[in-house]
């Protein structure tokens, strides 16, 4: 069946360590996204692509960087982690439907603490 | 531009109590509307879609009809479980965008 994954699904590291988060998935969709997910604040959007090296900042992008090199994968590198970025992080994929009428797929989701 | 509102939680009721879950979204055009479902320690789940004014989904009890004259998409389910605790989103697609709501938090006890 095809799927969304993500790993590590936890992580623990450092203040000002390079960390990142990998997301893979199997249904050949164009469009990939990364948010995070802290209470209080529901959903946010950090990064998202529309195709092989296509990418686009979100509301919430800095301290983040993406790269798509295929179709299949949308790794998330924080460049300096800080506490602020303690959360948990979902990617999503979508099909990029020409009637721009989506479905987002979640994966499970990567916890990730910085110390 | 375009947004998602939903009631804040927690809301708990008793088991086989009736669910609703309100939702009003303001976007241009058309869009799709959505509700996720999140299980604790899980990734968000699609619960049911609408892709069209007057369009009902439903799927496990659960049931949403797109309401164009009053932008709104409530969830409603007739008898809730104690499986059914969980954090619901509400969610709308439009030019390949999405926008999520808040969630609202459900709890039910038996």
């Known amino acids: 069946d095809a799927e969304i994954t993500q790993s590590p699904r936890h992580k623990i590291t450092e203040t000002g360590r390079q960390v990142t988060l990998a997301c893979h998935q199997t249904w050949n969709h164009n469009n990939m996204f990364w948010y995070r997910q802290d209470l209080g604040h529901g959903l946010r959007l950090i990064h998202y692509s529309y195709g092989v090296h296509d990418t686009n900042k979100g509301e919430v992008s800095d301290g983040y960087s993406v790269s798509r090199s295929n179709t299949e994968d949308l790794p998330l590198t924080l460049e300096s982690a800080a506490s602020s970025q303690t959360s948990v992080y979902f990617c999503?994929?979508?099909?990029?439907?020409?009637?721009?009428?989506?479905?987002?797929?979640f994966g499970p989701g990567t916890r990730l603490l910085v110390l | 531009g375009d947004s998602v509102t939903q009631m804040e939680g927690p809301v708990t009721l008793s088991e086989e109590a009736f669910l609703t879950i309100n939702c009003t979204y303001t976007?241009?055009?058309?869009?799709?509307l959505f509700w996720y479902v999140q299980y604790p320690g899980e990734g968000l789940q699609l619960l049911l879609k609408a892709t069209k004014a007057d369009d009902k989904g439903s799927n496990k009890g659960f049931e949403a009809t797109y309401r164009k004259e009053t932008t709104s998409f409530h969830l409603e389910k007739g008898s809730v479980q104690v499986s059914d605790s969980a954090v619901y989103f509400c969610a709308l697609s439009n030019f390949n965008k999405f926008y999520f709501g808040s969630g609202t938090k459900l709890n039910v006890k038996p």
């Open positions: 976007a241009t055009g058309y869009p799709s």
């Open positions: 999503a994929s979508s099909e990029g439907l020409a009637d721009f009428k989506e479905t987002q797929y």
